[in-house]
């Protein structure tokens, strides 16, 4: 591409990127924190640099229990509603037998009403012809009718077994997914709070510093994906679908990220991304994860407006390419949704929910 749009595309994404940013994951250092007095030493840039690796890895790793959290609420809701299905098919069922029950004792009365005889002997005792010909087509019919009653009986009894079973089984996994849910949670909240006093024992001077750590990180990684000229191979159009969902993403840069959200006030990347295509009209997995397992991949160069950008080696973070470079995402906590280079983060592929 030409130097004076790649020139232009690196410096609007120099703006956003430095309240946006999402920096590639890095190690963490053993006691990258700064002094907490107020008479201390400028914490030294490479100190600095410690800290944003170890925020880096404090918040991917909120990320992972985010996905987890998301991951065992969609199926908490699937079971809670297969459950909901279940009762309703063993209430059906009960009246069902209820009534073959009754009309079982109808027959039964009826049987006691010619004198407890059973039809075939009642028939053997008749001296007309034309009458035994007729109860024997009775009696057969009668017997026919009965044993279907009975097979129904029995096929209704075993179907509410069958639904008593499936919804033993879906509430003990119900009880599971609740239990992780909390597990991720915990561990979210964990996360969260030592980042936030990792960032709380700045001055501020220092977390100016950082925050200019951070936007250098993100163009520099930028910037050298938009040098291996991949934006002049991206020439895709945005389908019909793709413009909604780009339309409804967009619609929402300035509301806080929030861990397990999806809106209409706040997000997080997955629960954007999810609910962006459901206003498109077609709906995709809630997850991250399984936005990447289940939606089909396509090349970067391939790639058009309304497409998924997965980043990272686990696929704990996503974000909409909008063109000309660039993606609405839901950054991290304390961030809110906003544009920013594709190339800022590790990509690890693209998806494209409506292909």
Not at 24 to 47: L, N
Not at 99 to 121: F, H, I, N, V, W
Not at 189 to 197: G, N
Not at 272 to 286: C, E, K, N, V, Y
């Amino acid at each position: 591409m030409g130097t004076g749009k790649r020139g232009l595309i690196a410096t609007a994404v120099t703006v956003v990127c430095a309240v946006t940013v999402l920096a590639a994951p890095g190690t963490a250092f053993a006691s990258p924190e700064p002094s907490p007095s107020a008479t201390a030493a400028p914490v030294p840039d490479k100190d600095l640099e410690a800290v944003r690796k170890k925020l880096d890895t404090l918040y991917h790793d909120a990320a992972v229990a985010t996905d987890s959290y998301n991951a065992a609420e969609e199926k908490a809701q699937k079971q809670s509603a297969a459950i909901v299905e279940l009762a309703k098919k063993i209430v059906k069922g009960q009246k069902k037998l209820d009534e073959l029950k009754k009309r079982a004792g109808s027959a039964a009365a009826a049987q006691y009403r010619t004198g407890g005889m059973p039809d075939e002997a009642q028939l053997l005792l008749s001296d007309n012809p034309q009458e035994f010909l007729d109860g024997a087509g009775r009696t057969l019919q009668g017997e026919r009718a009965m044993k279907g009653l009975i097979g129904e009986m029995t096929r209704t009894q075993q179907d509410l077994k069958q639904y008593a079973k499936d919804a033993s089984a879906q509430w003990k996994q119900l009880d599971a997914n609740r239990k992780a849910k909390d597990t991720a949670r915990k561990k979210i909240k964990k996360q969260i709070a030592a980042a936030e006093k990792l960032q709380d024992r700045l001055e501020k001077k220092e977390k100016e510093r950082l925050a200019a750590l951070e936007e250098a990180a993100a163009l520099k990684a930028q910037t050298a994906w938009l040098d291996s000229g991949v934006l002049d191979e991206i020439k895709g159009k945005a389908s019909a679908q793709g413009k909604k969902a780009v339309a409804y993403a967009t619609g929402q840069i300035g509301k806080p990220y929030e861990w397990g959200a999806e809106g209409p006030k706040t997000y997080d990347c997955s629960g954007l991304t999810s609910q962006a295509w459901a206003d498109a009209g077609h709906p995709i997995p809630r997850t991250s994860q399984e936005q990447w397992k289940q939606l089909k991949h396509v090349d970067v160069k391939d790639m058009r407006p309304g497409d998924l950008i997965i980043y990272f080696h686990d696929a704990t973070h996503v974000g909409m390419y909008i063109g000309d470079g660039a993606i609405v995402h839901a950054p991290r906590p304390g961030r809110n949704v906003t544009i920013t280079g594709a190339g800022s983060m590790p990509i690890l592929g693209v998806v494209r929910p409506d292909a």
